[in-house]
């Protein structure tokens, strides 16, 4: 069955950097292109960065644009999230999510915190 | 990209249907056919409930469907059933290469 578990949450200070991992398993991971998704406590949905099946193209939201780096290492089965100079409005849990079909998330997974705060 | 419109709150008895409407523009719901509805109970991750407007992925109960008119997607649950209690968010790609989520609407089951 898939299966994405996040990893790298945690508390940071603003302006800080932090890595989030995506480890993905129960279908071929090279084959599908994979999102970021955040949500801020108490709040909706925000879609935060999408990767092509090959990494051969990236598309971010405007709000994390110039600051968050999303790549995948096919060889591992893991996706990543590089968040650098981190602020307030930053704090959510960020879901890592397979893409199906045309712009649809069909799995995702449980998220990880992440918490900026001084 | 601006949030689509969603209602905050829905309710229904069970047996009922309810309809929750998600509000774009030209730029995302009304010039794209790639709209979904997603499923989040409290604490857990979304499920993926409708795609590209109107299919459903397998295992999700013909009772949701979904619709589009002009800027407008619509998700309507039919024959209300108290696990259907949950948050429900519209998605639409916008623009060129963005995604763009509803602010969700809390559907409570009376």
């Known amino acids: 069955q898939v299966q994405l578990v996040e990893s790298g949450g945690g508390v940071v200070q603003p302006g800080g950097s932090l890595r989030l991992s995506c480890a993905a398993s129960?279908?071929?991971?090279?084959?599908?292109?994979m999102h970021w998704v955040r949500q801020a406590p108490g709040k909706g949905l925000e879609w935060v960065a999408f990767?092509?099946?090959?990494?051969?193209?990236?598309y971010y939201a405007d709000s994390v644009k110039g600051r968050f780096t999303i790549s995948r290492d096919n060889s591992k089965n893991t996706l990543y999230a590089q968040m650098n100079s981190l602020r307030a409005e930053d704090t959510a849990v960020y879901f890592c999510?397979?893409?199906?079909?045309?712009?649809?998330?069909?799995?995702w997974g449980q998220g990880t915190l992440v918490t900026v705060s001084s | 990209q601006s949030a689509l419109t969603q209602p905050p709150s829905a309710s229904g008895s069970p047996g009922q249907s309810v309809t929750i409407s998600c509000t774009g523009t030209s730029s995302d719901v009304g010039g794209c056919n790639y709209v979904s509805w997603y499923q989040q109970h409290p604490g857990k991750a979304p499920k993926l409930m409708i795609y590209e407007v109107s299919e459903r992925p397998s295992g999700v109960p013909d009772r949701f469907s979904g619709s589009k008119s002009g800027v407008t997607a619509s998700l309507t649950v039919s024959g209300l059933q108290a696990e259907d209690e949950a948050d429900y968010y519209c998605?639409?790609?916008?623009?060129?290469?963005?995604?763009?989520f509803g602010g969700g609407t809390k559907l409570t089951v009376l």
């Open positions: 998605s639409s790609c916008a623009g060129s290469n963005n995604l763009v």
């Open positions: 999510a397979k893409g199906f079909s045309n712009w649809s998330l069909d799995y």
């Open positions: 129960g279908f071929t991971f090279n084959n599908y292109g």
């Open positions: 990767i092509r099946y090959d990494g051969s193209s990236k």
